[in-house]
């Protein structure tokens, strides 16, 4: 069983920045990939980026490709997503997830991730 958490959500300006983290609990944090999602009011939820476990391997959305940063510390339990040159269309409520599993790939599908956080708001403003 992982548990997730989100924060480091908020209120930035068009092209500012922000850090999300997501705290994983139990002591197997490194037998997971973790991912980013996020969902816009109205919208269906979207892949932002995955890491795999030992942090090799990283998969990033058409969308952020150049501009988000997904890694992860394994002695801190926690995965962080770098966001940067941030769009008003970057709004959404952001989530956390881990897949079970240590291989060399990742997963942009919802239904292959375990377990969920309960997510944390980002809203840019124009």
């Known amino acids: 069983q992982v548990q997730l958490v989100e924060s480091g959500g908020g209120l930035v300006q068009a092209g500012g920045s922000l850090r999300l983290s997501c705290a994983a609990s139990g002591r197997t944090f490194s037998s997971y990939a973790m991912a980013w999602f996020r969902q816009a009011p109205g919208k269906e939820r979207e892949f932002v980026a995955a890491?795999?476990?030992?942090?090799?391997?990283?998969y990033y959305g058409d969308s952020v490709k150049g501009r988000f940063t997904i890694s992860r510390d394994n002695i801190k339990n926690t995965v962080y997503l770098q966001m940067n040159s941030m769009k008003p269309e970057d709004t959404a409520v952001y989530y956390c997830a881990a897949d079970y599993g240590v291989g060399w790939t990742v997963s942009d599908k919802q239904g292959d991730y375990d377990y969920w956080g309960q997510g944390t708001q980002v809203t840019v403003s124009p």
């Open positions: 890491i795999n476990w030992n942090g090799l391997t990283t």
